[in-house]
């Protein structure tokens, strides 16, 4: 695990990855459950889920670029991306994302943002509070690929977008 800190390494550089999931029909990359239960999904290195097993991805930059991770030619799909974040009480957050394209975030299992854009990825496109439970916390991450680019950049903290004192992601 490591702090969520002030710096821009405060963006998740580690995910649990399960995907890509094809889907041909551009309207339904968000809304099709790949996984058979994407709000109670609590992935693990090595489980099988949606067909595809979840695989720890680290990350030397804050953009996640699934291009890279799983070839350059893939159009029309949707990928999902897990982490744990770590609360030492129960408090208010923000969670700053860039994507390319869409995105979809289930936190502890309740869907708290969607934004079904066709767009490049910059960091802190999407500004969505969100609310720690105290201790461990699921954070679930759907990405959709229409054409070109495909990427990823999050981070959790303040409404300043700074660190949150405590919290991590493992």
Not at 40 to 63: E, F, I, S
Not at 103 to 126: F, H, M
Request: proline residues 3%; glycine residues 10%; hydrophobic residues 35%.
């Amino acid at each position: 695990s490591y702090t969520v800190s002030a710096t821009p390494t405060a963006y998740i550089r580690e995910w649990l990855l399960n995907g890509y999931h094809s889907n041909t029909t551009l309207a339904t990359r968000l809304t099709t459950d790949y996984l058979g239960g994407e709000a109670t999904a609590a992935p693990l290195v090595g489980q099988v889920q949606g067909g595809k097993t979840w695989g720890l991805r680290k990350n030397t930059t804050d953009r996640m670029d699934f291009l890279s991770i799983y070839g350059s030619s893939i159009l029309y799909c949707a990928t999902y991306g897990a982490t744990y974040v770590y609360s030492p009480a129960e408090k208010d957050a923000q969670l700053w994302m860039g994507s390319d394209d869409g995105v979809k975030v289930w936190l502890n299992g309740s869907n708290v943002w969607t934004n079904d854009a066709l767009r490049g990825c910059t960091p802190d496109q999407d500004k969505v509070a969100i609310h720690l439970k105290i201790g461990w916390n699921r954070l679930l991450v759907k990405v959709a690929q229409n054409t070109s680019n495909w990427a990823l950049i999050a981070k959790v903290c303040d409404t300043a977008g700074k660190a949150i004192p405590g919290v991590t992601v493992s």
